[in-house]
């Protein structure tokens, strides 16, 4: 069964300072892989994705992630955080065959706090 | 465009009360689908959509059910609410050609008592 790890429960980070948040998924192939996030009260919003091609992919927010298929890692980065990066993030794996497209899985979250 | 839109916000249930989510897009997505955000364990998948008239169960299917008449509408319904329901429910919508890139509501908060 396909499953998605994300380690990290809760991040707490310098603004201004990097970010990374782990994000590994057990898969039968290489799935399809993305980030939302979510601000406290709202739904999830897509951050980025990776369907195939250049295993660094980047986003909106100045948001870029990494696929490592040797790890099965889709790890996000962020160079200089912000206060208003301040949320939820979800890692999720979704099948790329359309036999199975309504079942996306989602990792459990990292919860980020930016301090000033 | 509204996007993907979820009725009510917030919602209080007694035990055993029936009610329905509503849940609509105005994208003309081919498939959508119902999750629960419980504190901890991310979203869990509970039925999808791959177009009207077909769904199929998810991670947490008991205790719902759901229809697709039209390809915009895609209700949930709590047939006999429980404790062990509440939750924030989420409904999404994406298109085929679209590579499972989900688009979500803004949620529904359930409290059942």
């Known amino acids: 069964a396909q499953s998605v790890t994300q380690p990290d429960i809760h991040i707490t980070v310098s603004e201004g300072a990097s970010l990374e948040l782990r994000c590994n998924y057990s898969?039968?192939?290489?799935?399809?892989l993305f980030w939302y996030v979510q601000s406290p009260g709202q739904g999830l919003q897509l951050l980025l994705k990776?369907?195939?091609?250049?295993?660094l992919v980047q986003g909106i927010k100045g948001f870029e992630a990494e696929f490592k298929r040797s790890q099965s890692s889709f790890n996000l980065r962020k160079p200089s955080v912000h206060w208003s990066d301040a949320a939820e993030y979800f890692c999720?794996?979704?099948?790329?065959?359309?036999?199975?497209?309504?079942?996306?899985?989602f990792g459990d979250g990292t919860t980020l706090t930016v301090k000033p | 465009n509204a996007g993907v839109t979820q009725t009510p916000k917030f919602q209080v249930l007694k035990t055993g009360q029936s009610m329905t989510l509503q849940c609509a897009q105005d994208?003309?997505?081919?498939?959508m689908s119902w999750y629960r955000q419980d504190p901890g364990m991310g979203l869990r998948l509970i039925h999808y959509?791959?177009?009207?008239?077909?769904?199929d169960q998810g991670e947490v299917p008991n205790g719902y059910n759901v229809s697709r008449s039209t390809t915009e509408d895609f209700p949930l319904r709590l047939l006999s609410a429980a404790p062990s329901q509440t939750s924030v429910y989420f409904c999404?919508?994406?298109?085929?050609?679209?590579?499972?890139?989900?688009?979500f509501g803004p949620g529904t908060r359930l409290t059942v008592l």
């Open positions: 999720a794996v979704a099948p790329r065959y359309n036999t199975n497209a309504g079942k996306s899985t």
């Open positions: 898969y039968g192939a290489t799935p399809y």
């Open positions: 990776y369907f195939s091609g250049d295993t």
């Open positions: 994208m003309n997505h081919e498939y």
């Open positions: 959509s791959v177009g009207a008239g077909i769904t």
């Open positions: 999404a919508s994406w298109a085929a050609s679209s590579y499972n890139e989900q688009f």
